[in-house]
């Protein structure tokens, strides 16, 4: 169906060389309206939310989710899906706390070693799904049971002695902003760049456009895959050892449900579930509505029975609203 | 839109997989199931003797059925190249709603969740086939719903006030065999009977195997869909019940896992995820398979997690099959 050459066509959305043309897109005017509209509404109404603290927290807060979407963009960006994302940043995770042991010279290296954790996973993740042709979705679902399994066998309660100084990795502030905030804003800058600038952002869009198409346009189709499955492992990984600066233990119920935050993340934000359309800019928008949302839960003490509840409607409300076919 | 338009075909076509080496992986993706049942019972004959003691059969053999019913479902969903994610939150919600609400047996009540799980499968397969959202997505934003809706609902209390009706599909037995077992035997013979010797069978196939020459070819396509979700639903709500009445009592934890199951047992079973291929039988084969290895973790004393782990590996190596298969096949 969607074998036509406009799939392979740049985005819309991408800049020409030298242009910093910002990618003026309904569902993207959309959702930031709607942050803005969700954030000055829930600003008027509560003083505890509009306090300053509270809105670095708001920023903070969305660090973990945006890692796990950042990664889920770049997979269904690329017509695949990863439903793994959560786990394989509690397992990645949950070996580096076991590792630990107060350690801090050990901080630097198990970083790698979550990291690299992750990435492994995510190869893992891409090697099948391009080299037996198997539905994505169904292999990542799968490795979900795999990896709570296995997480389960590492630890059935909280593990692990942090040493403090690896939780400055989540206090640390830079004047009136926490470092990991910064660096956050930095990390989604370089995404957008690498999706709308360079060949292997090029490449995601035409592969989840037409893997056909793309293929006889001689872009590398299982290289690209395999190496959004491996970026979504790895920006997983990162998630989970954040979390793990924040909380100071391995907890083997951490990061769970983000995995369905992070596509209903990427859906918010405009991006065809189906690949080749959308931008990450959008899934930033999606990111931080979930972050305010769940910041004004807090705040007004929403019982969690209704939270999800309200989860659910969004994205129900989400997926009837969603884009049908692939030309614009 | 074939490979044929490019003068490039023929030769890529030539060094293609041998027709010997296609035959066999479909081979594998029809037979995986059975032979796998086999060589795990034998397997268990040997090194896990307690597997064969009469108690345990029969626990086998309900749980069994209730993941029978579920993958049956599964499959027809999977006929139509769907999915159904929503199967473990209505399979809850329906016993909840029957059991929290009654002591004997209540027409109303049962209705109420009938109508529940067939709301809930129209609402599948009308985003799925008018809306054309990728069903994953379609059902599960329902599972997040439903799951929420039952939350609300129970506030996470277990119950345990199952009706008598229900405790005799759950535990009683007719013979030596158990009604849950007779009750998955007779929705199989159904589901058969219908795909095989009816016309709203042979739509379904039609519909999975090529979705627009099944339209031109004069079947509702998107009725049939529709269809299919709903009998997955009820299917989901029926095992719930079985279930239910089996255990004794409600809780959150009830029907977990038979998201990730429903879809290994019908997809070892020879079911392709791209759709028009798959039978009854094979999806009990299916069922059968993962019930026995998820009960003989717990016979041979193994960490209660590993089942994760081994329902996990069971979809991926199946999958891996049926992708392989999909794909050879499809060329």
Redesign the interface.
Known sequence: VAGTASAIAPPAAAPRLGGWRLPIDGSIVFIYALVLLVGVGAGMYSERFRDPNNLTNVLRQTIVLGLLAIGQSLVILAGGIDMSVALIARLSTLVVAVLFGNNEALIVPLLAVGLAIGAALGLINGFIITRVYASPFIVTFGMFSILSGISLAIASGPVGKIPPAYLTLYDASLGPLPVSVVVMALIWGVVWMVTTRTRFGRALFAVGGSQRVARLSAINVPRTLIGAYVLSGLFAAAGGLFILARTGVGDPKMAEGLDFQSIVAVALGGMSLSGGRGSILGTLGGVLLLGVVANMFNILQVDSFFQQLILGLVVLITVATYRTGKTT | ?SAAA?PSARVLRSTGPSPAFVRAVDLAGQWAAPVALLVVLLAAAVFVPKFYEPGNLTVVAIQAAVLGIVAVGQMLVLLVAG?DLSVNAVLGLGAVIVISNQQGFSVVTVLEALAIAVGVGLANGL?VAW????P???T??????????R??YT??QASGNVPGWLRVVGIGQLGPLPNATLTWLVILALTGGILLFTRYGRWIYAVGANYEAARYAGVPTREVVVACYVACSVLALVAGLVLSGYIGYVDQRLGTDFN?NS??AA?VGGTT??GGRGNPLGTAAGAILLSVLLDLVVVAGI?I????????????LA??????R??LLGR
Do not use: C, D, E, Y
């Open positions: 839109v490019f999915l985003l809306r054309k959202v990728p994953f997505i379609a599960f934003g329902m599972l997040i719903f439903v799951g929420g809706a939350l609300a506030h996470g990730v879809i290994a997809i995820f791209s960490p997690n590993w089942q994760l782990a081994v329902q996990g590996l069971v979809l991926v999958t891996a099959i049926q992708g392989m999909g794909h």
